[in-house]
């Protein structure tokens, strides 16, 4: 910073030595100080809580977007089996089972989505926890994806072959489902088991 030109000393004058603008300017700095300082308080708070959520949010989050999956898929199945009993041809059957698993698929990934949504939970290893539940999700997104196009490419006659084709397809479902199957019970962090045994969101 420089002084004066000639003897480069800073000239130094009292507030009471100041003309009217200069006052004014002088007290505007100043209370724009603090304010300043505030704003740069709140963006650090700000950035703070942008990071991954503790377990218990994160857990609250996952079974928020899990519980309307879990209830679509009970009411999906349990419409299902109401229409199939009542299903007089090969035909009706094989719309329902289309429509049972292409919502079971619509449904599972809009639940992944939810998961994906509710980030990475702050444990150790917590980037891994968050992609196994999401890639469990996947898997049984596409485990319905690949039974209703198994249901949609059989033919409906003879009536026989077509319920021995639907049955071999259906246990096939029922082996990708169960082999990606979520457990909350074996997680690898004891604060997320503990986070899913105690948010409401989660019983």
Known sequence: MKGHPVDGRVPLRRNR??????????????????????????????????????????????????????????????RAQQQMAAATTPAQAKENLMRLFGGAQEASEKARAGVEKAGVPDVDHG???????????????????????????????????????????????????SASELDTSKLDSKELSQAFDEVPECR
């Open 127 to 177: 980037k891994q926890v968050a992609e196994s539940f999401e890639a469990s999700l996947s898997a049984m997104r596409d485990a319905y994806g690949r039974a209703k196009t198994g249901i949609e490419a059989l033919a409906t006659s003879p009536a026989k072959s077509f319920y021995t084709q639907v049955a071999a397809v259906v246990d096939t479902l029922q082996k990708e489902y």
């Open 17 to 78: 030595d100041l003309p009217p603008l200069g006052r004014t300017l002088l007290s505007m700095r100043s209370a724009r100080t603090p304010s300043l300082l505030m704003l740069l308080v709140l963006a650090v708070t700000l950035s703070g809580c942008s990071g991954s959520p503790d377990p218990r949010a994160w857990a609250a989050s996952v079974c928020t977007a899990l519980g309307p999956w879990r209830t679509e898929i009970g009411t999906l199945t349990t």
